[in-house]
T-cell receptor
Framework: AQTVTQSQPEMSVQEAETVTLSCTYD???????LFWYKQPPSRQMILVIR??????QNATENRFSVNFQKAAKSFSLKISDSQLGDAAMYFC????????????FGKGTKLTVNP | KAGVTQTPRYLIKTRGQQVTLSCSPI?????VSWYQQTPGQGLQFLFE???????NKGNFPGRFSGRQFSNSRSEMNVSTLELGDSALYLC????????????FGPGTRLTVT
């Protein structure tokens, strides 16, 4: 079974600054995927970034990047140049390599961006 | 392409009733997954369908069931509703060739009174 833990229920950041959201996970599988999803208030969940566990290079998508530490089972999300539109719930999630699309989610981190 | 759509968006039911929620995936997506989101339990996987077959199932009682049609549209049904079933029910679809790239719908907000 997989578990995902987000230890920061809430975080805040000033506009234009950088913030890092933490996530740890546990899985017995050697091949898996890790994700960060964003859920703005009353809006749809969208995929922010994904990382294949077999890739050593950290994934990057514009202002969003991850720090993937496989041995430590850590997968943090860094948001650079934070914008007001980044305010949302952020969920870390894990999925097995194949056979199913099932995602196991953490409890989420509520990010507030202060102007 | 149109996104994932879910109907209805809001629903109020009485304890003991049953409810059916519908999800239309993005055109061409054959995998549809359902999740329950509550403040207490967070996001929990209900089940996944692929080409009309249930491919995976979460740890929910048998009152929760689903199905998928030949056009990939999916429905989930909850019978004998309980107060604890009040939640946001999310549907997600995935393209065949890009595993785990899930696109979520807006959800159906179910309130059980």
């Amino acid at each position: 079974a997989q578990t995902v833990t987000q230890s920061q229920p809430e975080m805040s950041v000033q506009e234009a600054e950088t913030v890092t959201l933490s996530c740890t996970y546990d899985t017995s599988e050697s091949d898996y995927y890790l994700f960060w999803y964003k859920q703005p208030p009353s809006r749809q969940m969208i995929l922010v970034i994904r990382q294949e566990a077999y890739k050593q290079q950290n994934a990057t998508e514009n202002r969003f990047s991850v720090n993937f530490q496989k041995a430590a089972k850590s997968f943090s999300l860094k948001i650079s140049d934070s914008q007001l539109g980044d305010a949302a719930m952020y969920f870390c999630a894990c999925a097995s390599q194949g056979g199913s699309e099932k995602l196991v989610f953490g409890k989420g981190t509520k990010l507030t961006v202060n102007p | 392409k149109a996104g994932v759509t879910q109907t209805p968006r809001y629903l109020i039911k009485t304890r003991g009733q049953q409810v059916t929620l519908s999800c239309s995936p993005i055109s061409g997506h054959r995998s549809v997954s359902w999740y329950q989101q509550t403040p207490g339990q967070g996001l929990q996987f209900l089940f996944e369908y692929f080409s009309e077959t249930q491919r995976n199932k979460g740890n929910f009682p048998g009152r929760f069931s689903g199905r998928q049609f030949s056009n990939s549209r999916s429905e989930m049904n909850v019978s004998t509703l309980e107060l604890g079933d009040s939640a946001l029910y999310l549907c997600a679809s995935s393209p065949d060739l890009v595993p785990h790239e899930q696109y979520f719908g807006p959800g159906t907000r179910l309130t059980v009174t």
